[in-house]
């Protein structure tokens, strides 16, 4: 095999939304593209808003810079980052502390890099983005996974159980891909004040890493919570992919808090390992349009007009789920345990949505309502078919 057995091992196991948007496309071809009912990708599908296309056509006709530039990204980009963050989560943060990255998933990768030994853990509430376990082994770390309550909010308890020596950091992801929850301010100081006392009894720092790419994607006017406040030895990494619309375009950044001990060493490490991991630094054109649309979203009104009318559709029918507070995803318990012979059988409906299992959490499947409204009317009689066949 001219492949290594690493790889040849996660190709097998390799995520289930894949698979799934894989299996999507042959049915797409075999049945027409406006027949089948496609959750599986979580692929924003409206527009970004109208400033990002006309900063990036200013820019782009602008002479600007293509060329290398410091590994953490430009300064004035930095600078605009940390300028919003201050404003929107109520701290001290400067242009030395963010780095622009390859996405929220380039951020995980180079904090993983940069701070994982041999061997460490890094622990995770389940379910969670899967993508995490790939990326906790490109550094040689290892994923633990510990239950969220029933609800999906954190259970602290169980996460201060699993804390050992090697423990290097805590990893959590609000609003949540796949449950859609958003973690609470008492829940966070709650796991943060456990943090602070394994790494005083450990004699290490136990890192609190936040994944936030779903940040502005709220329903209700819930209120997101800042880590940065909870916990000194925080950092955070979020993207433009999901509330700009721009995944394609990989552009995102990390956040260290200002108040870390260890915050220099940090940002030198990252910055290092941007450029070792063979990003080098984040896309230059993306970067530069970033000063022009701090804080713009795309129109989340529709995911939140999508949410009603999934919640209430599947609801009539039966269903069992949290109505998710961010993010675009729901994520139904499964009318059978066995939820993958379920999401089978809602492929025969031509609906594509993802096993819990691919989240950690089987009995479960994920619906991501990031689709044209049609997409989702037109799945109803589908899912009350399928439904009705496990009464
Ligand atoms: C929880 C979570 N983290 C990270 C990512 C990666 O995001 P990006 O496209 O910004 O790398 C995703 C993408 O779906 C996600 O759901």
Redesign the pocket.
């Known amino acids: 095999m001219p492949i290594s057995k690493k790889i040849q091992d996660f190709m097998q196991q390799s995520s289930w939304i894949r698979k799934m948007f894989e299996q999507g496309t042959l049915l797409k071809n075999r049945h027409g593209v406006e027949n089948v009912f496609d959750f599986s990708l979580?692929n924003p599908n409206i527009k970004p808003p109208e400033s990002f296309s006309k900063t990036l056509k200013l820019i782009a006709s602008d002479n600007c810079s293509h060329s290398y530039m410091p590994n953490n990204g430009f300064i004035h980009v930095r600078k605009a980052v940390s300028d919003y963050l201050e404003k929107e989560q109520g701290v001290h943060l400067t242009a030395n502390d963010i780095i622009m990255t390859?996405?929220?998933?380039?951020g995980?990768n180079v904090i993983l890099k940069t701070i994982l030994n041999p061997e460490e853990e890094v622990i995770t509430p389940a379910p969670y983005?899967v993508?995490y376990n790939f990326y906790v082994d490109n550094h040689g770390g290892v994923l633990k996974t510990v239950n969220t309550k029933p609800d999906f909010t954190l259970d602290n308890k169980a996460i201060e159980k699993a804390i050992t020596k090697k423990t290097k950091a805590v990893l959590i992801?609000f609003p949540n891909?796949p449950t859609g929850r958003i973690y609470s301010k008492e829940s966070l100081n709650e796991l943060c004040s456990i943090l602070r006392k394994k790494s005083l009894e450990m004699e290490n720092t136990i890192f609190l890493i936040s994944?936030e790419?779903?940040r502005k994607i709220v329903y209700d006017n819930y209120k997101v919570p800042s880590i940065f406040n909870s916990y000194e030895e925080s950092i955070l990494t979020t993207?433009y992919?999901?509330d700009i619309s721009i995944?394609g375009e990989?552009i995102?950044f990390i956040a260290v808090n200002s108040a870390s001990k260890d915050n220099s060493d940090l940002i030198s490490g990252m910055t290092l390992a941007n450029r070792i991991l063979g990003f080098v630094n984040a896309p230059a054109l993306m970067q530069l349009v970033l000063p022009y649309i701090q804080g713009h979203t795309s129109n989340i009104s529709i995911y939140a007009k999508n949410r009603d009318i999934l919640c209430q559709g599947l609801a009539k029918i039966g269903y069992e789920f949290i109505k998710p507070e961010g993010a675009f995803y729901l994520f139904v318990k499964s009318p059978v345990q066995d939820d993958t012979k379920f999401v089978n059988e809602l492929q025969k409906e031509l609906i594509l949505t993802v096993p819990g299992t691919g989240f950690g959490c089987s009995g479960y499947f994920r619906i991501a309502f990031c689709v044209d409204e049609k997409v989702i009317t037109g799945a109803l009689n589908g899912f009350k078919r399928t439904f009705d066949k496990f009464k």
């Open positions: 979580g390859c996405g929220a998933a380039g995980l983005f993508e992801n891909n994944d790419p779903y993207s992919s999901k995944p990989r995102g």
